[in-house]
């Protein structure tokens, strides 16, 4: 399984874009990008995934690197609400097995 | 739709009680899975299952037990509980077999045993 590395956490001015990058060197072809967060003391939450082209919906947009090494989750005017830890998870599909490593606290400042 | 459901919302054990955290699900959903996450840690994933009849391992999986009689249920057991059990548990479900990976989370119970 490719591990991914994340920043532990950021700060990101309402209004603005909010940029989270995640590392992921050793993805292998098969293997998709997603990315969920968990607002405080809630269940995790779906936002997006891709396997090899960017990705948009009503959410956030997600930018996948040509060699597929790195991607970065967009969100493109950060509210106050989206003050949350954003998990970047690589996986292949079918698999049943889905784990959260720590995630990057992201923290909305009006 | 209720989406997963999860009672109870809080509970507190002695250890070496026993009890079951329920969950539920009302999207007809083949995959439920439980996870446990511990203060400032990411999600640890104990069982799941992927049908009626058909349970395994996850991460964690001792001092758990699961069982699925239905599409809709999937409960956890504690059998003994133990102070390092104390953590907040998610129950989540999916839809089989899938090319996303789409989870739907319930809200959580958070357990603590003293």
């Known amino acids: 399984d490719a591990k991914t590395t994340q920043p532990p956490s950021m700060d990101c001015a309402e209004g603005r874009a909010a940029n989270l990058p995640c590392n992921h060197s050793?993805?292998?072809?098969?293997?998709?990008v997603y990315w969920y967060r968990q607002i405080h003391s809630q269940g995790p939450q779906y936002i997006i995934h891709?396997?090899?082209n960017n990705e948009t919906n009503e959410m956030a947009s997600l930018i996948i690197t040509e060699d597929r090494k790195s991607s970065t989750l967009i969100l493109p005017h950060a509210t106050l609400r989206d003050t949350a830890v954003y998990y970047c998870i690589v996986r292949v599909g079918n698999d049943y097995k889905l784990s959260f490593g720590a995630g990057t606290t992201v923290t909305v400042r009006a | 739709n209720a989406g997963v459901t999860q009672t109870p919302k809080f509970q507190v054990l002695k250890t070496g009680q026993s009890m079951t955290l329920q969950c539920a699900q009302d999207m007809n959903h083949e995959y439920m899975s439980w996870y446990r996450q511990d203060p400032g840690m990411g999600l640890r994933l104990i069982h799941y299952?992927?049908?009626?009849?058909?349970?395994d391992q996850g991460e964690v999986p001792n001092g758990y037990n699961v069982s699925r009689s239905t599409t809709e249920d999937f409960p956890l057991r504690l059998l003994s509980a133990a102070p390092s059990q104390t953590s907040v548990y998610f129950c989540?479900?999916?839809?089989?077999?899938?090319?996303?990976?789409?989870?739907?989370f319930g809200p959580g119970t958070r357990l603590t045993v003293t």
């Open positions: 891709g396997l090899k």
């Open positions: 050793t993805i292998s072809g098969n293997e998709y």
């Open positions: 299952s992927v049908g009626a009849g058909i349970t």
């Open positions: 989540a479900s999916r839809r089989l077999p899938s090319g996303t990976y789409e989870q739907y």
